[in-house]
């Protein structure tokens, strides 16, 4: 009996290791069967069954193609600016050649595309010199990371769960923000950009056609806020500040590692940063 559930247990781990080969492997339907025979000793006559109406070859083409897509339309429900950007079709190809370059190994759909920035990055060509052309193979990565960025601080852990007190911008309140400890939110993420990529999202929004925008450095904060995104456009220091901020300190603590800003503006800018849950009182 327990031989008999071995050999079982045996063969269902070979038909399930057959099937991920042919899944996620590259090259056409025939090449993908080869290598999974070759990687398991299954045939594909010994894992499908096939019936007069349908041979076991249209079997597996159909749930392998079935498979991809389903995996091509989950990276578009992640990734929908970037999709509008590239257009369907080249989405799709991109995404097609992401999942058999980084095949899915989770149960869960939220890491499928957690390395698209990065295969969008790698794929770029070599060699391009006019700015505009430069700009159509940089863009894409970026709002593929800025898009990602995004998903990630949805399952972070937020501030949801801390009262809020409205900011002042009293001198006595402003006095006691210098001196009180703050944090930076714990699902904050700080992004430095080539181009005005959170202007870029907030037009295709909007609108279904955008221009090619310029190059232009920035830096943007996205957090979550009431369970609702929040992004901020912000500059090197308050770049900076919010980078000092990862551990508990006092703000004239954390200026200390603050290039070019005076304390001043660094106080009037904070309840900004207070109200769009940039940062908060660890209490």
Known sequence: MKESCLKKDIQ???LQNWLQEVLINRGDLYQKL???QHQTNFTLEE?????????AIERINIYASGYIMRLVEALKAEYPLLCKVMGDEVFEGFAKAYIVTHPSRYTSLYKLGAKLPEFLEETQPKGANCPDQIGLFKI????????RTQAEILLHHGLEEYFYYPSETSITSLISIHSELLQASPCLRVLKLEYPIRTLAMSLHLNDTVTTPQRTENWVALTRKDYKIVSLQINDWQAELLEALKSPAPVYRALENVKSANVAEVLLWLPTALDFGL???PK
């Open 12 to 14: 269902l781990r070979q």
């Open 47 to 55: 894992a499908i069954k096939e019936t007069e109406q349908f041979p």
């Open 279 to 281: 940062v908060y009182y």
């Open 34 to 36: 080869l290598g999974a």
């Open 140 to 147: 894409p990565a970026e709002l593929a990371r800025y898009e």
